[in-house]
């Protein structure tokens, strides 16, 4: 079984600013891959960046980057220069290698002050 | 290219009336999913169809929930009898395979959002 625990319920950032949303997971499976989803309030999930457990880089796409820690179970979405278009709700989720489906976190929403 | 389109994207129904919602998926797709996201939750996994095959449908709730992909691309998400507790987002996604070793990432559509009174 898979799990991801988002700690953040809500995040304010100011525009311009970077921020980073925190994931952990927890899962038995040796290969994975972890995502990170947006969701405007249009209710659209968007993907923005994946990681692959035994990738020897952070994933890294345009303004958002992933701060993978193997070892502490973490994969943490930074998101630099933030622009009130990424007010939304951001979601990480994990899929097993062997597996299909994918299994979310409760979500962080972020919202970017002017 | 055309995303995943779903429809209709709302739908209101009375407690026990069926429903049926479409899922066009990005075109090549063989692999689509279905999630139901309940309001202020992240999506929660329903079934899986590779192909025309439903290769797991752990996720149903109950057998009012049925889905079908007859033809491998288009697929119908049924909710028999709906009840309060159905009312949710219910998003398809699809990707380019899911086999052993791939981890093709999964589109998402829009979502139908299902309200039963």
């Known amino acids: 079984a898979q799990k991801i625990t988002q700690t953040q319920p809500g995040m304010f950032v100011q525009e311009k600013e970077a921020v980073t949303l925190d994931c952990t997971y927890d899962?038995?499976?040796?290969?994975?891959?972890l995502f990170w989803y947006k969701q405007p309030s249009s209710g659209e999930m968007i993907f923005l960046i994946y990681?692959?457990?035994?990738?020897?880089q952070n994933a890294t796409e345009g303004r958002y980057s992933l701060n993978f820690q193997k070892a502490r179970k973490s994969a943490n979405l930074v998101i630099s220069a933030s622009q009130l278009g990424d007010s939304a709700m951001y979601f990480c989720?994990?899929?097993?290698?062997?597996?299909?489906?994918?299994?979310f976190g409760e979500g962080t929403q972020l919202t970017v002050n002017p | 290219g055309a995303g995943v389109s779903q429809s209709p994207r709302y739908k209101v129904a009375k407690r026990g009336q069926d429903v049926a919602l479409r899922c066009d998926p990005i075109?090549?797709?063989?692999?689509l999913f279905w999630y139901q996201q309940a309001l202020g939750q992240g999506p929660e996994f329903l079934t899986y169809?590779?192909?025309?095959?439903?290769?797991?449908k752990s996720g149903l709730p109950s057998d009012r929930f049925f889905a079908e992909r007859p033809e491998g691309s288009v697929s119908t998400l049924k909710i028999q009898r709906t009840q309060q507790e159905d009312s949710a987002v219910y998003l398809c996604?699809?990707?380019?395979?899911?086999?052993?070793?791939?981890?093709?990432?999964?589109?998402f559509g829009p979502g139908t959002r299902l309200t039963v009174l």
């Open positions: 169809f590779q192909n025309e095959a439903q290769l797991d």
């Open positions: 996604a699809s990707s380019l395979v899911v086999a052993s070793g791939s981890l093709h990432t999964q589109y």
């Open positions: 990681q692959g457990s035994y990738d020897q």
């Open positions: 989720a994990i899929r097993p290698r062997s597996g299909s489906r994918l299994t």
């Open positions: 899962t038995s499976d040796p290969s994975y891959g």
């Open positions: 075109s090549g797709h063989v692999s």
